[in-house]
């Protein structure tokens, strides 16, 4: 009776130890290839980095589902109003023609872009759907520059690892890493649906990150700061979003 | 089969009673981890609901678009038409991060329960239904017992509609739970877009996944009444055990 069980007791520890210590390399790769979330911590940590890091190995490339012209919502839902801050009223008095955005950070080329200097450059357009955390969406033509082709004109240098965005609005910042930041459909979005980003959907300048929910695509944005780390943003957690609850990568 | 062989050989030696080895190890601990799971999957799914409780079909819908239906209740957002005059409290973060993390589980446990259910043959000999058992006369007969508050268990096993409804709980709705959610995802659907075209969009998507959801509870608390009368103390035994034995 002793022997199969001290048996059974040597090959559960083994195997315990094996467990343990294969997660402990799995973790350590997942880390050296970009696969752990800000995040991570806390009692919902492990979800989220499997999640994270399975969408991350089956989506590094794929592009968003774009709709043909005839699927733009005749009801596209602005989630709330525009700032109210006198900073923000004011450059909209000017017609926004004093709105930069600052390239700050891990680039060669720190820049400040006003609007007229980001449409003279190459632009593209798609028309994807914009999935609210909450349930709803809606479908919309979004025109504007490649937030990689912004970074390639400021020269991001070999370590970074993500590019943090910032909104006018006091709070409003959020991350994505550089699978995102370099991915073509993610745009420094200026037009909607043909005219210009109305205010209450971002406008004039707005990040769309169209392979994640809405509240990735930060609106009012006026600057653009690329990392190696999250750790000086906030409470480190990548974003506003974890802070108020909510998780940091938002692909599904 | 190793697993009831290791448990009946364990309770027979501690107490010697008349006992029927009934469920598996693998059976009771994927069926309680997947019972957990369900009652947290719904409890976080109907704080998301809540947040937005209208339904549409196809790919867009929002508060300017017409509703499939909406549900009347009150809204975690104001921005949602409810015609309650006050405004739950926003609950989506801890809601989205504990769906989707007991998400995961739930789809370990079922991976493992269908390789051990295919390996066992636990699914040829307990949960389908064989062709005489979906004979009309053995469906009639089978339907008359439920109807008269006695249905039958078959020699240590399910019976037929047990065995049907079981089959559709395990290989459609769940699997269908699973997918609909996948689909709503913006990052799994740019890999792989079908998954929500053939629903003909995300909110159809969505739609669907809550009436899945709505027929697991319809399920659930059938379940939960049929062990009542089936005897509680006995059934909840086998599930905890893995033996049946009889109340004196």
């Known amino acids: ?252 | 089969m190793a697993d009831s062989t290791w448990v009946s050989d364990l309770t027979t030696a501690v107490r010697p009673a008349v006992k029927t080895p009934r469920h598996t190890a693998v059976v009771r601990v994927t069926h309680w981890i997947t019972a957990l799971c369900f009652l947290a999957l719904l409890v976080s799914g109907m704080e998301i609901v809540i947040s937005h409780p209208r339904f549409y079909w196809g790919e867009e819908g929002n508060v300017l678009t017409p509703p499939l239906f909406v549900l009347p209740i009150p809204a975690s957002r104001g921005s949602v038409p409810t015609g309650y005059n006050y405004v739950l409290p926003d609950q989506n973060g801890w809601s989205r991060y504990l769906h989707f993390q007991v998400a995961w589980v739930v789809v370990f446990t079922g991976l493992f329960y269908a390789i051990a259910g295919i390996v066992t043959r636990h699914f040829q000999k307990n949960l389908l239904p064989s062709g005489t058992q979906l004979s009309p006369a053995s469906l009639a007969r089978e339907i008359a017992n439920h109807l008269r508050l006695k249905p039958q268990g078959d020699a240590g096993s399910y019976n037929v509609l047990q065995r049907i409804t079981y089959s559709l709980v395990i290989f459609v709705l769940f699997p269908l739970a699973i997918w609909t959610g996948l689909a709503m995802s913006p990052a799994v659907t740019s890999t792989f877009p079908f998954l929500v075209t053939v629903f003909g969009g995300q909110q159809s998507a969505r739609t669907i996944h809550f009436f899945i959801s709505i027929l697991l509870v319809v399920f659930l608390l059938v379940h939960i009444a049929m062990v009542c009368l089936a005897g509680f103390r006995t059934r909840m035994r086998a599930m905890v055990t893995g033996t049946d034995q009889e109340d004196t």
């Open chain 1, 1 to 252: 009776m002793s022997n199969p069980s001290r048996r059974k007791w040597i090959v559960s520890g083994l195997a315990m130890a094996a467990g343990g210590s294969g997660l402990a390399v799995a973790a350590r790769i997942a880390g050296d290839y970009g696969l752990i979330p800000p995040d991570h911590g806390g009692i919902y940590g492990p979800g989220e980095t499997l999640t994270y890091a399975s969408q991350r190995l089956l989506t590094r490339h794929s592009l968003a589902r774009e709709f043909p012209r005839s699927k733009i919502s005749k009801a596209p839902f602005a989630n709330g109003r525009p700032p109210e801050s006198t900073e923000y009223t004011s450059l909209q008095t000017a017609g926004f023609a004093d709105w930069k955005l600052a390239i700050d950070g891990m680039v060669g080329r720190p820049a400040s872009l006003s609007l007229a200097e980001l449409k003279s450059l190459p632009s593209r357009s798609q028309i994807t759907h914009l999935a609210c955390e909450e349930g709803w969406s809606f479908i919309a033509e979004w025109t504007g520059v490649p937030l990689a082709h912004v970074l390639d004109a400021a020269g991001i240098l070999p370590q970074s690892k993500y590019v943090v965005y910032f909104s006018i609005q006091p709070g409003w910042w959020d991350s994505v890493d550089m699978a995102d930041a370099l991915h073509p459909q993610n745009l420094v979005t200026y037009g909607m649906n043909g005219g210009e980003l109305p205010p209450g959907h971002g406008g004039p300048l707005r990040l769309r990150v169209p392979r994640q929910l809405g509240y990735k695509s930060v609106k009012y944005i006026t600057r653009l700061t690329v990392t190696d780390s999250l750790k000086g943003f906030g409470k480190g957690l990548g974003s506003g979003a974890p802070e108020a609850g909510y998780s940091w990568y938002a692909g599904i």
